[in-house]
């Protein structure tokens, strides 16, 4: 890695001190910092006050061991560290190297020298129908209910609806129990046979999937034998645990209750998993994976690992590498692993306004560390109890949801539309996915460019505007460099404020605007207010 010499003298200085405590960094005047916990987009740039510490905490989303700031500086590690803000400083401490880099101008120039230093994007791509088609995710139909018959019935209405055809992902119980990998048979009489069907929709199909084995299976019993599991330090094991048959074998506590958990870092755990992930592509031809809860809080340091000193992110990354093998993938809690061709997911909102107006600092930061392929969760929320009372959903919040998917990156449903929304909700809904449609051949470009040099498909103002005033703006956002987005994030909203940048804008309305001022536009239900760069 090439380096200024005074650069270098800054980082092994601040290496030392590292290693005896923690060091302060003095702010620069207007400088502004970006990193850490994707969760905490909403709050970046950050404030005096804040503070995140990594190890071991992702926030359920993704996290990268990275800051990045307006005025041109990077600050990167391989290994987790913590950091705050003071009204003049930036606190770090860490138990590794601290790399501090300089020179790089403003926040472009950061994430450029980041993204080609740090995580270089490999030249590939998830699956494109990803981005070309609308998502349909199970979870809020069918919860834990997924069966043969439910499954197909919501194939079919979106069909017959008027939707198109996409990515399918069953959610999570399709099988026999977790580590169990086989479709239920009371629930799923004849898998093969539903694969075909979706197939012939135009469907392809993906299958929740999660590291963790249930007890009391065959499957449990086999792999403890085989020592793919994450352990209790000798004589330390908790009371009642199965110390004696299965080897000291962790139980760890997750929404689904007490489970064991593979152990990544033996890579014959690793071989284990993928051959039961091929197994569902070469008996069933499912097309790949939504691979959830490899959070790294599951993953204690005091738990006895395959490979010995081995980080709880540490665990997370080894998770994530899973999904390299399958173009048709989704994570939610990742470490590192920024320039790959995988598809980052935000973690799951409820069905509020204040979940809502997160999207896009949060999407936008994901982009700012690396992660281009991302799904703003699913339309409307993907926490299921706010869908169990249809008294209580909110349509308006349903359509303004999958206004603000229809021009990011992917667009992923749940709740079904048609199920819940009055005729004039759901022509809007509708729009929307028109709307996409015009956009599509760009968002395929960016994400081919993304797969080349990294770069975000979504960006924030900062970002393509540096150093213009626009750092705190958080309700809108830019798909590339040249269209600018800005949908409406609040209820029974008639007129929005629009801060449009330098140069001269053709607007949704068919208006064309001057930029360097702040406008004032006015909506209805189907509006989605963007400006395309015209000069």
Known sequence: MIKKNS???FTFILFCLLSFGQESIKIIDGERWWGGAVNDGIKMPFETGYAYD??????????????????GRVIWSETPFKFSFSSDSLIIKGSGEILVEEGNHNLKGAFGFASKNYFPADGKMPNA???????????????????????LAYAHAIIDNGFPPGVLMIDDNWQEAYGKWRFHPERFPSPKSMMKELHELGFKVMLWVCPFVSPDTDVFRSAS??????KYPKNQAVAGSPVSYFGNVAMIGWWNGYSALLDFSNPNAQEWFKKELQYLVDEYEVDGFK?????????PSWLKSHQKKILPNDHTELFAKIGLDFPLNEYRATWKMAGKPLVQRLRDKGHNWNDLQTLIPNITAQGLMGYAFTCPDMIGGGEFNSFLNTKTIDQELIVRSAQVHALMPMMQFS?????????????????SIELRKKFTPLILDLAKNAARTGKPIVRNMEYVFPNAGYENIQDQFFLGDSILVAPILKKNQTKRYVWLPNGKWKGFNGKTYNGEKKIEVSVNLATVPFFEKIK
Do not use: C
């Open 7 to 9: 650069i270098l003298i």
């Open 225 to 230: 034998k085989q020592g793919l599991f994450l």
């Open 129 to 151: 129908l990803l981005f070309e088609q609308p998502q349909y995710n199970t979870w809020i139909e069918l919860i834990y209910n997924q069966n043969q018959k439910d499954i």
């Open 415 to 431: 709740v079904a539309p048609w199920r819940i929304l009055d005729d004039h909700y759901l022509k809007a809904v509708k729009a």
């Open 291 to 299: 691979l959830d809860a490899g959070d790294a809080v599951f993953y």
């Open 54 to 71: 990594m190890y071991g905490n992702l926030q359920g989303n993704q996290a990268q061991p990275l800051l990045l700031s307006n005025k």
